[in-house]
């Protein structure tokens, strides 16, 4: 067994194949028999030897699995060789490392098709001829760099813009820049006076005659929809409006929340 293997791998030692199989017999892959000098020469595949196997086989087979992983390994290692040893490394470099998925070595072909992905997606740049449609000395963009120090893959997704929620105080000029999803609430100090100002005004309206109180609800109504649509002038507005009451309302309830909160109200609304 050991002579067949070394045939077809030349550089297994006998210690190697020896470490091997015991390896796989503490996983209960595989059952040796052995000869009184303790070399195995029967290997029996367990249950979970043979799914072990299949999924090996599987894995090794998936395509699409394999062009992935060569993007990532190829700028791995392009980052290492431009970063850590101060080189600049070429595709056949990297060829020359026998690099493999389970295995199976890559080609030329697959690592052309690698570098083209990786330049096109913005991660490697450099030089190219007619005859090689990838860069022959890559070289690392601000985006390959920072993905492999971000410990990330090429296939990772692009972050979305960030959503940010801002609650203001008082008049402001936010300026967020490119690419971000902007939802800011403005909770000035004029709103919240008004909505409790507007609140008082509704609960009194009751006590007026049925005609002032039809007019007080139209303008209370037009000044919430000011509030919700952040327009100080509408609300100010609808407000000064309920001012001409004033007068016919003075001995109630509503006549003494107008006289007392409106001249503030106004103010804080320009």
């Known amino acids: 067994m050991l002579l067949t293997l070394q045939e077809r791998h030349p550089t297994l030692t006998e210690n190697d194949f020896h470490l091997h199989v015991d390896l796989l017999e503490s996983r209960g892959l595989v059952r040796a028999q052995r000869a009184a000098n303790n070399i195995p020469y029967v290997l029996n595949t367990t249950a979970e030897g043979r799914e072990a196997a299949a999924d090996f086989a599987r894995k090794r087979e998936d395509r699409v699995a394999r062009v992935r992983q060569l993007q990532d390994e190829y700028l791995q290692w392009l980052y290492v060789e431009i970063e850590h040893e ?5 595709p056949d470099d990297y060829l020359a490392t026998t690099p493999s998925f389970y295995g199976l070595p890559y080609t030329d072909r697959e690592l052309l098709k690698a570098g083209a ?10 030089p190219e001829t007619d005859q090689y449609d990838a860069p022959l000395r890559p070289a690392l963009t601000v985006k390959g760099r920072r993905t492999i120090e971000l410990k990330h893959s090429v296939h990772d997704e692009a972050p979305s813009a960030p959503s940010i929620h801002n609650y203001v105080g008082a008049n402001a000029n936010v300026n967020f820049g490119d690419n971000v999803t902007q939802n800011m609430t403005v909770s000035a100090p004029w709103a919240d006076e008004a909505r409790a100002f507007l609140d008082a005004v509704a609960q009194a309206a009751p006590t007026l005659p ?8 139209l303008r209370v109504e037009d000044a919430r929809r000011g509030i919700a649509e ?12 309920m001012q001409s009451f004033l007068s016919a309302a003075t001995s109630g309830a509503l006549g003494s929340i107008l006289a007392a909160q409106v001249p503030a109200l106004l103010s804080l609304l320009g």
């Not at 992905?117 to 490697?124: C, K, N, S, T, V």
């Not at 049925?210 to 609800?217: G, N, Q």
């Not at 952040?230 to 409006?241: D, L, M, T, Y």
């Open 230 to 241: 952040q327009q100080p002038s509408k609300v100010k507005a609808a407000i000064e409006g």
């Open 117 to 126: 992905r990786l330049r096109d997606a913005g991660f490697i740049t450099g």
């Open 210 to 217: 049925e005609d002032l109180r039809a007019d007080i609800e």
């Open 86 to 90: 101060d080189r600049s490394p070429t």
